[in-house]
């Protein structure tokens, strides 16, 4: 994502037709599958559920990309941990 051009906004629905709006922080792969890091852009920072949300990328049979949480806890933990690298990397570079 460039800073250049500002902020990159997704909107997407869960299962029971709730949207959310999220601030893509990063999109970013690993072990050969794509990720998206983001913050919620529609709720106040204040909110105990506020925080940090990773999602798997995924393509459906109709080629269109959906997003999913991830449920394995081992999978999650080695997405943040990368997503961690990926951010200090990039601030040690500014």
Same mark, same amino acid.
């Given at each position: ?6 902020s990159?906004?997704?909107t997407i629905?869960? #299962?029971? *037709?709730? @949207?959310?709006?999220?601030e $893509?922080?990063? +999109?970013? =792969? !690993?072990?050969?599958q794509?990720?998206?890091? &983001? ?12 925080g ?8 459906d #049979?109709? *080629?269109? @990309?959906?997003?999913?949480? $991830?449920?394995? +806890?081992? =999978? !999650? ?6 997503f &961690?690298v ?6 040690d570079?500014?």
């Amino acid at each position: 994502m460039s800073e250049a051009f500002g902020s990159d906004y997704l909107t997407i629905e869960d #299962e029971e *037709g709730n @949207e959310f709006e999220l601030e $893509i922080l990063n +999109e970013f =792969e !690993l072990d050969g599958q794509d990720y998206l890091a &983001a913050l919620p852009a529609d709720m106040d920072e204040n909110d105990p559920d506020y925080g940090l949300v990773i999602l798997r990328s995924v393509i459906d #049979e109709n *080629g269109d @990309e959906l997003f999913e949480s $991830i449920d394995d +806890e081992d =999978e !999650l933990q080695d997405v943040y941990e990368h997503f &961690a690298v990926l951010l200090f990397d990039d601030e040690d570079e500014e």
